[in-house]
């Protein structure tokens, strides 16, 4: 059983920045595409960045310019720098790693608020 294991959230102030982790475990086929949603009570998953093994990105329009998705192929684990953090980013915020098939973290939360 694939497993993710995420970490690095937690409350921030408005303009702060976090680093969430997400390590990817057990995976018996290759991780192609790893990567970031984030999802708010009653609304769906919105998009916050991803990668492939190769290094091409994309991003959230929400996101774009202050977040920045890396990942260590080697240690199967994807990256989220987000900087100037506002209080509409609260979220949950969930990875995923592509292998075979869609897998995902458990969600770590990040609250934004002074």
């Known amino acids: 059983q694939v497993q993710l294991v995420e970490s690095g959230g937690g409350l921030v102030e408005p303009g702060g920045s976090l680093r969430l982790s997400c390590a990817v475990s057990r995976s018996r086929f290759s991780i192609t595409t790893m990567g970031w949603y984030r999802q708010t009570p009653g609304n769906e998953r919105e998009l916050v960045a991803t990668?492939?093994?190769?290094?091409?990105?994309n991003y959230g329009d929400s996101v774009k310019g202050r977040s920045t998705i890396s990942r260590d192929n080697a240690k199967n684990t994807v990256y989220l720098q987000m900087n100037t953090l506002k209080p509409e980013d609260t979220a949950v915020y969930y990875c995923f790693a592509d292998s075979g098939f869609r897998y995902w973290g458990q969600g770590t939360q990040v609250t934004v608020s002074s």
């Open positions: 990668m492939t093994p190769g290094g091409s990105t």
